[in-house]
């Protein structure tokens, strides 16, 4: 095989890196992967043919072909089976070139075979790894098993960001000068960062008031109380608004807020497991407090109450995947 074009295909990457970081442009390079090495496949074939690798996945993740290096004269196809002849990959390459890229995809384990069939000489240098942390492909595969008509999973961007939510319930309030009314709705929000995936519990809401002149509401923290237990958490806006009719002097103000209720990456689950157990009571209360001291106060019906608990049990049980 003529090494003398490998290299000279390296040389010609390497002075198009150059290049292109001297006009400003970043080049994103292969071979950046985490996870354990199971395997580095290294062969020279001057003969066509179809040329294989066996390996054992010993548990589920998320599999990287860190291709470092791979040459033909010919056409050539990279292909990845399971040892019983199930298809999981193909690609075809068209070119007659030196190629350096990473493909990754989830797997489950067991034993596979990586192949590639040319039709002329071949040069192979190829890496094997696994990241065995949750990918979000698998998490929202878990995820909308979790999904019913009370808390439906829906895809907020495709390949990026997945929900599922509980119910909206609200609740009012009336007095002499004002009208104020408050809703919340808890959800499990799953997104995606590289290949992996993030699970956080959080709840949103809304608080709007009818008032003669210009009140306003602030929330800045929601308390949750049940069976002689309390915890809260701090609110922050997301969004506001307000509109005033200057014949009547009747002022519209809406507030949009959001809470952390828990996030993968927290150890400790203790706040978490009183929520639920609060929720868990037969009666709950949700309060919403504002600046100055104001707030608003509503009880759960049961079946809010049952629609949120599903909820928080959900996000625990998809917290058990990490």
Not at 197 to 207: F, I
Request: with cysteine.
């Amino acid at each position: 095989m003529k090494r003398y074009r490998r290299y000279a295909s390296r040389l010609l990457i390497l002075i198009m890196a150059l290049t292109f970081t001297c006009s400003g442009f970043t080049i994103s390079a292969y071979g950046i992967t985490n996870g354990d090495s199971i395997f580095c496949w290294q062969e020279d074939h001057e003969d066509s043919g179809t040329y294989e690798k066996a390996f054992t996945i010993e548990k589920d993740g998320i599999l990287y072909l860190d291709m470092e290096g791979f040459y033909a004269e010919g056409r050539f196809t990279l292909m990845l089976k399971t040892d019983d002849g199930t298809l999981i990959y193909k690609k075809e390459y068209k070119r007659n070139d030196y190629c350096e890229e990473t493909i990754s995809m989830d797997l489950d384990a067991g034993n596979y075979v990586l192949s590639f069939t040319s039709n002329s000489c071949l040069e192979i240098e190829v890496n094997g790894y696994l990241d065995t942390r949750l990918s979000y492909k698998r998490l929202i595969k878990e995820a909308k098993k979790y999904s019913t008509k009370n808390i439906p999973y829906k895809t907020i961007t495709s390949g990026q960001h997945a929900r599922l939510s509980g119910k909206s319930y609200k609740a009012g309030l009336e007095k002499k000068s004002y009208v104020m009314t408050a809703s919340a709705q808890p959800y499990i929000d799953i997104t995606r960062t590289g290949d992996l995936g993030k699970v956080r519990l959080a709840m949103k809401g809304k608080t709007s008031i009818v008032s003669y002149g210009r009140r306003t509401f602030y929330p800045k923290a929601v308390w949750f109380t049940g069976g002689g237990m309390t915890t809260g958490y701090n609110a922050y806006l997301t969004s506001d608004s307000g509109e005033e009719d200057y014949t009547t002097n009747i002022y519209q103000d809406y507030k949009y807020w959001k809470i952390d209720l828990a996030n993968y990456k927290d150890k400790d689950t203790a706040q978490l497991d009183k929520l639920i157990k609060i929720f868990k009571q037969k009666t709950v209360k949700v309060e919403i407090v504002g600046k100055k001291d104001s707030y608003i106060t509503w009880k759960l019906s049961d079946s809010a109450r049952k629609n949120w608990l599903a909820v928080f049990n959900k996000y625990k049980k998809l917290l058990e995947l990490y």
